[in-house]
Nanobody, 121 residues
Framework: EVQLVESGGGLVRPGGSLRLSCTAS????????MSWIRQASGKGPEWISS????????YYADSVKGRFTISRDNAKNTMYLQLNSLKPEDTAVYYC??????????????WGQGTPVTVSS
């Protein structure tokens, strides 16, 4: 079955950095676009970044552009998110998800369980 497992979250002070990982199994990772989505406590999910394959085109929400970097290593079935210059508003549970384009829209069908990131002094 499809499995997505996030890791690397933790408590960071404002201005700090983290590197999140998402390990995938149970599907053709190298043939799927992928996304990072976050959800702050009491709020809805917020898409923050996606990466295509095999072209590796990347996309970012304005809220994280210039601070976060998405990447992937298809040989390792792993996607990464480098979070730099972290702000308190970045505090959320970060999820990786598969991204599919069907019927004129993007869908995130499979999600991991998430890894929490807390940015606080």
């Amino acid at each position: 079955e499809v499995q997505l497992v996030e890791s690397g979250g933790g408590l960071v002070r404002p201005g700090g950095s983290l590197r999140l990982s998402c390990t995938a199994s149970g599907f053709a990772f190298g043939s799927n676009g992928m996304s990072w989505i976050r959800q702050a406590s009491g709020k809805g999910p917020e898409w923050i970044s996606s990466i295509h394959t095999p072209g590796f085109n990347t996309y970012y929400a304005d809220s994280v552009k210039g601070r976060f970097t998405i990447s992937r290593d298809n040989a390792k079935n792993t996607m990464y998110l480098q979070l730099n210059s972290l702000k308190p508003e970045d505090t959320a549970v970060y999820y990786c998800a598969t991204r599919d384009w069907t019927g004129g829209s993007y869908y995130h069908t499979y999600w991991g369980q998430g890894t929490p990131v807390t940015v606080s002094s």
